[in-house]
């Protein structure tokens, strides 16, 4: 098994405790990838399993490095990293429905103005549309709040702990029905500005968008005329299109858009979560069982 | 049974629906008040029970209107906004914990910088000083993302959910081994300036302060001083001591100080969840049954 180009120790420890042993590239029957798709080697032919560093992977289907045409199996680090982004979703959906964007900038105590914008998220129904990893980990959370969640899936089959499951080509019907929305959907040609001028015109008035999956589910111009009209509640971004936000975008200075710079998974949280990814999927190839997050060259995710 | 000085419609019906009758004040045996102390009319004396309108009675002790001698039971809200001002807690910690007053500032892309910022309450202990109605409703949304909570609570009988539970006089174990600080307790003489310079002291160098009970528990000076020279995360304040906060306050601009006006229970949530406490309490009152939140004239709260 080969761990590369980098070999940090807290990745040879998980790659020890899975089961595997450490060999050169020439002798591996797998490989764990640190590194980015530019520096990514040509594989010998007896490499079966390729672990790839990332959630999102559509940089190694752009670049090429992910071979649809070989037997071998690839993997992403989907799921690996979905606790901490589910954290970071649920804490953007409380800072918009608590009004804190308007309350942290205030220098004056105003609670008759502040108390009149902080809602509850109890009660609200809260559509996850792309329910992957990082929803189903957000589904508990939501519910421990009292809110209910409306998920939207491919295949639309009922997600555990969702109300209800509609299946992506049914996706119009959330945008007026929930109180808030959360995307979650990995970045294909389908999913490219799934939420656009129309459908942000169907958004409630208080409803937030929260967005912690790729910056091209949104037609960002559109979001700007809408979030520059008040429109819709507000948005919360940690992923944005284009990225990273260029200096002077409207989205900066918008009171009604919050933006994190693509930080929902932390160094401080990442490095520890693709250790046990790794660990364990290193345990499930030595087993002979079925790795998680398996990539799909046909879906391209 | 009456209620007083105004009528809101939620409260009769509430009153109704708990199987209670509306009088004037004179054949009452009962008043739901929901005006302030200065306001209060001299009792009769065949009037057994007072619903007050507030779940931190200090106010009501101060004005002299909770009369200790008579054997008339006095009930405030305690509880009945515990959810809304749990789930505010949990959106003042997140704000803190992933950054964002400093996010929700910036005009500029800076995802090194942040994602240094960034952690995850995962695997943390929260201690909540003073763990009663809100306290009880926060532990499970705690526990939902990962977290552990160390409760403090007057007698230190265990509080379900919680990892452990310390009587009051073991307080001053808590400020170093709790990664954050929730402050939950009332207002009285012996938990005034609970949290002052030698606690804050004590607090682990990346840990958040959060303070939805009363201004009166932390020594402003002494946070101000800790918070100016960075030796804690920070404080999320939705009470201050002085309250209102007044115009060019320090904690105005302090960047790791996040302030909201006295607005954990906003109005929206606030009127729906008295008149539920209220139906709830007048049905047990016609039932002979145990009044939910009494007030112990002895303690204060």
Redesign the interface.
């Known amino acids: 098994m080969h761990l590369g180009p980098d070999q940090p120790p807290l990745l040879v420890d998980a790659i020890t405790a899975g089961g595997g042993r450490l060999t050169g590239l020439n002798d591996a029957d797998a490989v764990v990838w640190t590194g980015a798709p530019s520096d990514f080697p040509t594989l010998p032919t007896q490499v079966r399993w390729v672990q790839l560093p990332s959630a999102g992977v559509e940089s190694w289907f752009q670049s090429g490095v992910v071979d649809a045409d070989s037997d071998r199996v690839w993997t992403s680090a989907a799921g690996a990293y979905a ?2 982004v589910a ?2 979703a ?3 959906l ?2 918009g ?5 308007g ?9 008759a103005g ?9 009660g609200s129904l809260v559509a996850i549309v792309g329910c992957g990893g990082i929803g189903r980990a957000l589904i ?2 939501l ?4 809110a209910h969640t409306l998920a939207v899936t491919r295949s639309g089959r009922p997600i555990p702990g969702a109300v209800e499951t509609l299946p992506a080509e049914r996706t119009a019907e959330v945008w007026g029905r929930a109180h808030h929305v959360v995307l979650g959907a990995p970045a294909t040609g389908q999913t490219k500005y799934l939420l656009g001028a129309s459908e942000l015109a169907q958004m409630k008035s208080t409803a937030w968008v929260v967005n912690i999956a790729r910056g091209s589910l949104i037609d960002t111009d559109a979001l700007v005329e809408a979030l520059t009209e008040g429109r819709i509640g507000g948005a919360a971004l940690d992923v944005t299109e284009p ?5 002077g975008h409207p989205l ?2 918008l009171p009604n858009a ?7 998974n ?4 990442l490095a520890p979560a693709f250790a046990q990814h790794v660990s364990d999927n290193v345990s499930r190839f030595a087993r002979g069982q079925a790795l998680a997050a398996i990539i799909d060259p046909a879906s391209g995710y």
């Not at 429905?97 to 964007?101: C, G, N």
């Not at 519910?143 to 009292?146: C, P, R, W």
């Not at 990225?243 to 200096?247: Q, R, S």
């Not at 932390?266 to 949280?269: F, K, R, T, Y």
Request: cysteine-free; glycine content about 4%.
């Open positions: 606790d901490s954290e970071h649920l804490a953007l409380f800072a429905v608590r009004a804190l964007p309350q942290l900038a205030a220098t004056s105590w105003d609670q502040f108390g009149a914008q902080v809602r509850t998220l109890r508990p959370l519910s421990a709040v009292g990225e990273p936000l260029p200096d900066w200075t919050i933006i994190t710079p693509h930080v929902a932390p160094p401080s949280a």
